[in-house]
């Protein structure tokens, strides 16, 4: 009998020769860029900095895409949205110190949305480390200690004959379900170091599957069978699985009304007689969820703006699937289900009676004309308009990339995403300048399809020089900047909460004019031309930004 750990891959003479006689020139940076290669990766964003230096050179001598943008923390939030529309690890190139530590805030938002990005820092070299106050430039005392609390995993390489292992290892930890961000630390001195390690090849780091056991698996079909008002939440898990297709099956199968979180958007069918859409915080749907017997929560561990800001209260049995072992049962008492989104919901698929309800899509409607009727009682007549207006536009298999905005909180609960995995945000952990960036590193991934970004103008500055960046690789993004002169929604929660605002008021360029400076065509648009304008600019090659100048208000909350 053989077994796997039996089997020996024999190379061939040329893979001998080739690892016998490596080219001449290269070093531990080299040893990086090869192993990325093998794994499959063909773009890697970033940007230079001293002791990574050696990466960056290597760069030249392999087939890797580089695209550069202007500040760490952006160059983060474009490979955040690489691997979010790619599925693929996304390689994020960095240096010491403030380099590094400019991306913790991108790398945070790629923890909270399951995000595969391989981070890959360089450190000072390695007499600096220990401890130690040696001064070196960049120096930390423990730079890694600094990442340990957001990535995935940290992966530290001391030998250049450690770096193809290392990255290895953190390319499969950054694609096991939950998809996430991981930390690779190398030495500037190993990086720079000549080697004769032969070339890397073809590598194979595909992670383990996240298998349902069966046991809990049939349990579940047992209760969702059995239920006389099953309800589903679907979130973020889904999208990132790719399970779609698997949802809609299911919910079809139960008859079972579907809500999506606003990290599972496009998740389920806008417009299905099923769909819930995404109103969670609504007090309607709180409700409604509430009321269901059985109730099935897919890749989403109900956090605050997934349970109407922890006011939601089951009374039914709960039934959670989540891929993140943190995430399970953490908010509420459930048949708790590890796995994979995907791989529960096909087992479900296969063991779930089918069951028929034709009150099913008449509570649906029911729900849905109660909040549109709250939403219609306060005269926000402008803000569906201006979001109509952009769905309008914007090509149903384009992505958009949204800001922590107005017009974003609107969509998050509004917004008809049409096709999955094509609108994203940073509802995960709320970082501002995150729209524009993350588009960019979307047009990197696909650049056959205009991209839409969404940003306010206070969220527009933290990433304004990225308009360089875009103008350099000539990406297709069209930048919607929603003026009203100041951070909008802090402004409604600081008068809500005080009667009036304090530091909420800002100066701001004409973004027109400064769009303009970079080469970027740019135009002031109204409500009623708003759609034309943005039309025109997903038409033309190139990136454009549309500036709007409004002033909107959030509907009311009902959590409080």
């Known amino acids: 009998m053989t077994h796997d750990h039996d089997l020996v891959l024999r190379p061939t003479a040329a893979q001998t020769e ?10 531990g940076g080299d040893l990086v860029v090869e192993t990325l290669s093998g794994l499959g990766a063909t773009t890697v964003f970033g940007l230079p900095g001293q002791h990574a230096l050696g990466m960056f050179d290597a760069l030249r001598r392999s087939s890797l895409r580089y695209v550069g943008l202007r500040v760490e923390n952006n160059a983060g939030f474009a490979a955040d949205a690489y691997g979010r529309v790619t599925g693929e690890a996304a390689p994020l190139l960095l240096s010491t110190g403030p380099g590094a530590l400019m991306s913790l805030a991108a790398l945070q938002e790629a923890a909270a ?3 595969p990005v391989l981070a890959i820092g360089s450190q000072v070299p390695s007499a600096g480390l220990g401890g130690g106050r ?3 430039l960049h120096e930390l005392r423990d730079q890694q200690a600094s990442f340990r609390d957001i990535v995935k995993s940290v992966h530290v390489v001391r030998t250049a ?5 290392a990255i290895a290892a953190a390319w499969e930890s950054a ?4 998809h996430g961000p991981v930390w690779v630390e190398i030495p500037q001195d190993v990086l720079l170091a000549g ?5 890397v090849t073809a590598m194979d780091a595909t992670p383990d599957d996240v298998v349902p056991r069966p046991e809990l698996t049939a349990v579940a079909a047992d209760l969702l069978s059995n239920a006389a008002r099953p309800a589903i939440i679907a979130g973020g898990g889904v999208v990132r699985s790719d399970a779609s297709g698997k949802l809609l099956a299911l919910a079809e199968k139960l008859d079972a009304p579907v809500v999506t979180t606003f990290g599972g958007k496009g998740a389920f069918p806008w417009e299905h007689p ?3 859409q995404s109103w969670l915080e609504d007090r309607h749907t709180t409700d409604f969820l509430e009321s269901a017997d059985v109730l099935l929560v897919v890749g989403s561990g109900l956090g605050e703006l997934s349970s109407n800001y922890h006011t939601f209260a089951p009374r039914g049995r709960v039934i959670q699937i989540e891929a993140d072992l943190g995430k399970l049962e953490s908010n509420h008492p459930a048949l708790g289900i590890h796995a994979d989104a995907r791989l529960a919901l096909s087992a479900l698929l296969e063991t779930v009676a089918e069951r028929e309800d034709p009150s099913a899509a008449a509570s649906v409607r029911d729900v849905l004309a109660a909040v549109r009727a709250r939403i219609d009682a306060q005269e926000l007549t402008l803000e569906q308009r201006i979001l109509a207006s952009v769905r309008e536009a914007l090509p149903d298999d384009s992505p958009s990339f949204w800001d922590m905005t107005i017009l974003a909180y609107w969509a998050w609960s509004a917004f008809d995403a049409r096709k999955p995995n094509t ?5 995960g952990a709320g970082g501002l300048g995150y729209g524009f960036p993350a588009a960019l590193g979307a047009a990197a991934a696909d650049p056959s399809r205009p991209v839409l970004a969404v940003s306010g103008d206070g969220g527009a500055m933290y990433s304004i020089a990225e308009l360089a960046t875009a103008r350099q690789y000539g990406l297709p993004v069209t930048w919607l900047i929603v003026d009203d002169g100041g951070y909008g929604i802090l402004r409604e929660y600081m008068t809500d909460a005080f009667g009036e605002a304090t530091a909420t008021e800002l100066a701001r360029p004409d973004f027109v004019a400064l769009a303009e400076s970079f080469g970027v065509p740019a135009v002031r648009t109204s409500p009623e031309s708003l759609s034309e304008d943005l039309a025109k600019a997903f038409a033309q090659p190139g990136p454009s930004v549309v500036v709007l100048p409004a002033l909107l208000r959030m509907f009311a909350p009902t959590h409080l």
């Not at 004959?161 to 292992?165: E, K």
């Not at 080697?195 to 070339?199: D, I, L, S």
Request: proline share 13%; glycine share 6%; aromatic share 6%.
């Open 175 to 178: 694609l096991t379900a939950p």
């Open 423 to 427: 609108m994203h945000s940073a509802q």
């Open 134 to 136: 040696h001064g070196y």
């Open 274 to 276: 099923l769909s819930l």
């Open 18 to 27: 080739a690892a016998l006689n490596p080219p001449a020139g290269r070093n």
């Open 195 to 199: 080697t004769t390690f032969p070339v």
């Open 113 to 115: 949305a399951s995000a």
């Open 161 to 165: 004959s450690q770096i193809p292992s």
